[in-house]
Nanobody, 125 residues
Framework: VQLQASGGGLVQAGGSLRLSCTVSGRTFSMYAMGWFRQAPGKEREFAAG???????GYADSVKGRFSISRDNAKNTVYLQMNSLKPEDTAVYYC????????????????????WGQGTLVTVSS
C-alpha cells in the first residue's frame, strides 16, 4: 500500500490550501482515511477523518475551517484548509485505516496502519 500526499506549501494567514493524498495497492473505497499533523517539537495529532461511507470528523482546532472529502474514482482523499492560521503550520500526513467497512474513521495514530510521507504546510503571519 502506498500513500502519496501533495499540496503543501507556504501561505499567508487567512489563506487556503488543498492537500491531496492518492492511495494505491488497496481497494480505496473500503477504508477510512485520516489527516494528521505534526508541528515541530509536538506529537502527531488528528486533524480530520472520513469513513468508508463518508462520515467525517474534525479536531476542535480545525472545525469550521477544514473540510475532508474523498473521490473513490480517483483513490484520493482531500483536505481543504481555509482561514489558515500560523498555528496550523505543521507536516501533514495522510493515513489509511485497514479495517474495512468500519463506520468510524478513527482519531488516534494507533488506529491507522499506512501512512503517507507528509507534506509541509507553513502559514506566515
Amino acid at each position: 500500500v502506498q500513500l502519496q500526499a501533495s499540496g503543501g506549501g507556504l501561505v499567508q494567514a487567512g489563506g487556503s490550501l488543498r492537500l491531496s493524498c492518492t492511495v494505491s495497492g488497496r481497494t480505496f473505497s473500503m477504508y477510512a482515511m485520516g489527516w494528521f499533523r505534526q508541528a515541530p517539537g509536538k506529537e502527531r495529532e488528528f486533524a480530520a477523518g472520513i469513513s468508508w461511507n463518508g462520515k467525517t470528523g474534525y479536531a476542535d482546532s480545525v472545525k469550521g475551517r477544514f473540510s475532508i472529502s474523498r473521490d473513490n474514482a480517483k483513490n484520493t482523499v482531500y483536505l481543504q484548509m481555509n482561514s489558515l492560521k500560523p498555528e496550523d503550520t505543521a507536516v501533514y500526513y495522510c493515513a489509511l485505516r485497514s479495517s474495512a467497512l468500519v463506520n468510524y474513521y478513527g482519531s488516534t495514530p494507533e488506529e491507522y496502519n499506512y501512512w503517507g510521507q507528509g507534506t509541509l504546510v507553513t502559514v506566515s503571519s
